[in-house]
């Protein structure tokens, strides 16, 4: 019994990404048409290259016709899968495998999701049949339950944690603007955030990850076939996934500080890559900030800060866009705006830009290891992915 | 001296078994209207909250009636403002109990008479050598700007009967008459009751008051100067208002209405203000209470030594004074469906389905959740497998409802669909171990910290496509 891993045994060697916000004129077959198309172009391929697809949707459609249909696939496979809010990642992880597997040659990863036209606020999920017991929070409701476990636990303070978790979308604001396919391309002051209308717990609208529409795609082969599609490839160095037994929820022990998910697939990552210190070693991230004190959990979680300390890291600027461990250079889910199955596999993109020197004014100096951090659910119940991508 | 059992010495055999109150408990709502909002006098009214009805208070009051008592035999339940026309509503506080489905359990309604007629039956039973959980609960409104908006009252109250030797207070004597006239009426389809003009009821109804009370009082055998504390309520006070004049009574010797403080609280009325009476009776006190709507109800009870320990963990006072009292008159309209508004930006809650709440209905209405027996690590909802050890399928059933919790974290989520913004949600770590993330009712928002002490109450979550939803919250100790 072990994760294995398929370290440098699959690259990504072409990517698309469709800018993400309230595309009011487009549905999800557009948003794959688009996202698909730009990819091929990337990869310098036909559409019919392609062996195999995975579709990652939370809840834009059923099953791989909601992909063959928009793109006319003409007979081949394709798998439509579910692992809420890190849907996009583990079509990743499904797509890479199979071609480590040899079954197939090459292969195409794609998320999407339309959100925008429920006309609701905020995310929607459409539950079983229930008894009606369960709990009805939303989920910003959900998230801001670290907030004052971490305030109590750590012995910071109220209105410092607030300045905390305000920076975090501060920055990722910051580094939105700079981002052409960013839903929110504007810097926003911090006063402005730190005032903005409550809408759970310490959360304020500015706390809470933009709802949008988009999709994004990646094309994936062996290693060895890289270079048949570009020059400058990037190299899966670990995927790893953990679901728990949601612990959290049972548990007196957890203290809503933490998401033990994510330490298991971190840990299970690093192995498979073989970092030994990720505040080193990893050059920039891509998290799931889906709220600003998830954020700032997730620093802790993965190692980029001792526990307790992560909302030091983050007023002392460590994980700004020009800081000595970048966190979210896009944008992150906060300004770069998060449709639930597209998220993971938008995450990828931008690392699939920063590691190949296309990102433009956000552009890292000389990443080595880039990581992905996808999540799904809420703390103490919750599902974690994790991948660590290099040159 | 004593009624019944000095005319028992003559006809021994004739004389059905005495039975008698063994426990009781009652429930007053959280929130106040102040009656200057309706334009309408003094003092405020008790307003079940938007998550409250008929059956989750009478659960409420019927918890602390039965705190540390066997099971009862037989379940009666009054109200006039049932949550289902169809549908059993006295098994959904049965199930909220924890109570067998062997017990039999039915209702009365249609008029607020039925509270104390209720308990005279759960005396039969009792008498009957059966023990009785009777409980009354009622949500009373009226038509905007009328008296029964304004006098009304939310609130109920639970009753345990059984053998004389175990009673708090014995029946001494009763009497009932059924009288039938238009006085107060509502057919099926409408929200609000009418009323004929007071004076006619009045003139019908007082002397039915006199004379069912002085056979009640004959039957017991008690002289009305004998009488510590006389009940009345009626759908028209005028009608009561002649029976001190006609029995002679001191103004001392009629009980505190409570018109200032609750409202009259429809078929639960009479018996709230009962409990109140026993949450302050001496041994050998003996109190005539009487319910009059079309007809009367008039019970006779003599106290008992065994009063001082049988009391309830909740007085009707602390009831009243635990309150928050400035609920206002829209909101009130609002949580009544009275007022229509506009809705949040979120999904119309879905209905509960049956199979799932028949399938979890002890966890559901019991709040009943599991224990591992082989860690004891407790699990709200029940599980099969162990969270802790992963020992498959060897759990206890474990009741939490009367289990004390405390606050491991918690927030206010401005987003949530409810009816009073925002929702107070906590994770909730109960003693003895087990955890549960849940609503929170009866709060103050900006007063919730972790570490809190919170206990469960029984609520109606809402009604999702006319299924109601009823399950447990958490609120702080009142």
């Not at chain 1, 499904?94 to 429920?118: F, I, P, R």
């Not at chain 1, 929607?124 to 636990?153: C, E, H, I, Q």
């Not at chain 1, 001792?306 to 020009?322: E, I, N």
């Not at chain 2, 409104?141 to 345990?160: K, L, T």
Request: with cysteine.
């Amino acid at each position: 019994m072990a994760s294995n891993g398929i370290r440098d045994r699959v690259a990504i060697v072409g990517m698309g990404c469709t800018p993400f916000g309230e595309h009011w004129d487009k549905g999800a077959d557009d948003l794959l048409v688009d996202a698909c198309k730009e990819a091929y172009a990337s990869a310098r391929i036909e559409p019919d290259a392609v062996d195999a697809y995975w579709l990652g949707t939370m809840g834009s459609g059923v099953s791989g016709l909601l992909l063959s249909e928009a793109l006319k696939i003409q007979y081949k496979p394709v798998t439509r899968l579910e692992n809420m809010c890190a849907t996009g990642s583990e079509a990743l992880r499904n797509a890479a495998y199979a071609v480590a597997s040899g079954a197939y040659d090459l292969v195409m990863a794609v998320g999407v999701e339309k959100l925008k036209d429920s006309g609701y606020s905020g995310l929607v999920s459409n539950r079983p049949p229930d008894d009606g017991t369960l709990p009805s929070m939303t989920a910003p409701a959900m998230f801001s339950l670290l907030a004052p476990a971490y305030a109590k636990k750590y012995g910071v303070d109220e209105g410092t944690l607030k300045d905390v978790i305000s920076r975090i979308a501060w920055k990722n604001h910051v580094n939105g603007a700079k981002n052409p396919k960013a839903q929110f391309r504007s810097e926003v002051p911090l006063d402005k955030i730190k005032n903005s209308p409550r809408v759970a717990g310490m959360f304020g609208v500015f706390d809470c990850s933009g709802v949008s529409d988009g999709s994004a795609a990646a094309i994936v082969c062996r290693a060895e076939d890289a270079h048949k599609y570009t020059d400058r490839p990037i190299f899966i160095k670990a995927l790893a996934f953990a679901a728990g037994p949601a612990e959290g929820f049972f548990n007196q022990d957890y203290d809503f500080t933490t998401f033990q998910e994510v330490v298991a697939s971190c840990q299970d990552a690093y192995r498979q890559a073989g970092v030994r210190n990720p505040r080193e070693e990893i050059s920039m991230a891509e998290v799931h900030d889906c709220f600003t004190a998830t954020e700032l959990v997730l620093m802790e979680d993965m190692g980029f800060s001792p526990r307790g300390q992560a909302w030091k890291d983050v007023l002392d600027g460590r994980f700004d866009g020009d800081g000595p461990q970048p966190v979210n250079p896009d944008g992150g889910l906060k300004s770069f705006g998060h449709p639930i199955g597209a998220s993971g596999l938008r995450m990828m993109y931008e690392m699939w830009l920063q590691l190949r020197g296309e990102a433009g004014k956000r552009q890292i100096r000389d990443p080595k290891l880039g990581l992905t951090h996808n999540l799904g659910g809420q703390p103490g119940r919750c599902v974690s992915f994790v991948s660590v991508v290099g040159r | 001296m004593m009624g019944r059992p000095a005319r028992r010495a003559g006809e021994l055999a004739e004389v059905p078994p005495l039975a008698g109150i063994t426990r009781y408990g009652s429930y007053v709502p959280f929130h106040r209207v102040q009656r200057k909002a309706f334009g309408a006098g003094r003092g405020a009214r008790a307003v079940a909250s938007h998550d409250e009805d008929a059956v989750s208070m009478a659960v409420e009051a019927a918890r602390d009636a039965l705190r540390g008592a066997p099971a009862p035999q037989a379940l009666l339940f009054a109200t006039t403002s049932p949550p289902y026309a169809e549908k059993t509503n006295a098994a959904t506080v049965q199930a909220a109990l924890g109570l067998a489905e062997q017990i039999a359990s039915s209702e009365l309604g249609g008029s607020t008479r039925m509270g104390l007629a209720a308990l005279g039956l759960g005396l039969d039973v009792a008498a009957a050598g059966r023990s009785a959980l009777v409980c009354a609960g009622d949500v009373v409104i009226g038509a905007p700007g009328g008296p029964r908006e304004s006098q009304g009252g939310d609130g109920a109250v639970a009753f345990v009967t059984g053998p004389d030797g175990e009673a708090v207070a014995r029946l001494l004597g009763r009497a009932s008459a059924t009288t039938e006239l238009l006085d107060v009426w509502r057919l099926p389809e409408e929200r609000f009751a009418k009323q004929w003009e007071e004076r006619f009821g009045a003139e019908v109804l007082g002397p039915v008051l006199a004379e069912t009370a002085t056979r009640a009082l004959k039957d017991a055998g008690v002289e009305p100067t004998e009488l510590a504390q006389v009940i009345l309520d009626a759908t028209n006070p005028r009608a009561a208002a002649g029976l001190p004049r006609a029995l002679g009574l001191k103004p001392e010797q009629i009980a505190d209405g409570l018109e200032a403080s609750v409202g009259r609280a429809g078929a639960a009325h009479a018996g709230l203000v009962l409990a109140r009476t026993l949450d302050r009776a001496k041994p050998g006190d003996r109190i005539l209470v009487t319910s009059l709507a079309d007809g009367c109800e008039a019970l006779v009870f003599q106290v008992t030594e065994r009063i001082a320990s049988a009391r309830p963990h909740h007085g009707v006072d602390g009831w009243i004074a635990a309150k928050r009292d400035d609920l206002a008159y829209n909101s009130w309209l609002k949580w009544r469906g009275i007022l229509p508004f506009e809705p949040p930006r979120r999904p119309d809650p879905e209905r509960p389905a049956a199979p799932p709440m028949r399938r979890h209905e002890r966890w559901k209405l019991a709040f009943e959740g599991a224990r591992c027996t082989r860690c004891r690590t407790g699990h709200l909802p029940p599980q099969r497998v162990c969270s802790h050890c992963g020992a498959i399928d060897e759990m206890q059933p474990e009741r939490f409802a009367d289990r004390g919790c405390r606050v491991a974290t918690f927030t206010l989520d401005h987003l949530a669909y409810t009816l009073q913004p925002p929702v107070v949600a906590a994770v909730l770590d109960f003693e003895g171990g087990g955890r549960f993330t849940c609503e929170l009712t009866d709060v103050e928002p900006s007063s919730v910290a972790i570490g809190n002490e919170l206990e469960m109450t029984f609520r109606r979550l809402y009604t999702g496509q006319g299924v109601h939803n009823y399950f447990w919250k958490a609120r702080p100790r009142r």
